[in-house]
């Protein structure tokens, strides 16, 4: 960790992120029907829980408590709790509530060449400042210092982003498995939610040497032992 003032504490191994797949919450498959009244596709069986306040159906998933939930699938992740996550601003490796729900809202990507830009679109739900420490030793696709981190001060609901279905047939559009798509939009009454994509507006850049330097090597050790034990596969 060079790019660092001071040497972060080792990330404690077996975290498993809030907002990850497990092996016994799996897709529920439904039979789509044509929603009455307005256009759109619905559950023969649908209750309020199956949309958003957007109104946009939502795919269903088992979810289970904690020790029923099998083994982590990391290369997955939980519609349901992604959307919690992304709906109050929570860490999406701890679960941690933000000390502000005004914001600013940390967001850790992976580096795609450049920073992240005002009004970029994004299904990754913000991290607390340890966990952001955590997440660039333990995430693959971060590690390596290829990730680019800011702080966004205003976060709005964009979309969604799920598999399409299409207007006559009813059926899942070739192709078209994950789509982002824009809340009230025409495609919006045709998908099935499987993210929540926000807008990031506000954006100042990220300074993570700053962030942890302020917390301190002793804190952060703090921190992360907290964290593995609210993350650790039981």
């Not at 504490?9 to 044509?34: C, D, F, N, Q, T």
């Not at 020790?67 to 982590?72: A, E």
């Not at 290829?146 to 976060?155: D, E, L, N, P, T």
């Not at 078209?176 to 025409?186: D, I, P, R």
Request: glycine fraction near 8%; proline fraction near 12%; include cysteine.
């Amino acid at each position: 960790m060079g790019r660092f003032s001071i040497v972060l504490p080792p990330a404690p191994p077996g975290l498993v992120p809030y907002i990850a797949g497990w092996s016994e919450e799996k897709l529920l498959a439904r039979p789509i029907i044509r929603r009455p009244v307005v256009p759109g596709i619905a559950y023969a069986d649908e209750t309020p829980y199956d949309r958003d306040s957007f109104g946009v159906l939502w795919v269903r998933y088992v979810l289970r408590p904690r020790q029923r939930r099998g083994s982590p699938v990391f290369r997955n992740v939980h519609p349901y709790r992604q959307r919690r996550a992304m709906l109050n601003m929570m860490c999406q490796v701890c679960a941690r509530m933000p000390p502000d729900p005004h914001g600013p809202h940390l967001f850790l990507l992976k580096d795609s060449g450049g920073p992240i830009r005002e009004g970029e679109l994004t299904t990754s739900p913000p991290v607390c400042v340890p966990c952001a420490g955590i997440s660039i030793q333990l995430c693959h696709a971060l590690r390596g210092g290829r990730f680019v981190a800011a702080w966004a001060r205003r976060v709005p609901a964009w979309g969604v982003v799920g598999p399409l279905h299409h207007p006559r047939t009813l059926q899942p559009i070739p192709g078209c498995a994950m789509e982002h798509v824009k809340y009230g939009s025409e495609w919006a009454p045709w998908v099935r939610a499987a993210r929540t994509m926000v807008e990031l507006r506000g954006v100042t850049p990220a300074d993570l040497d700053r962030e942890f330097a302020v917390l301190g090597r002793d804190r952060l050790e703090e921190e992360f032992a907290r964290i593995a034990q609210l993350t650790a596969v039981a």
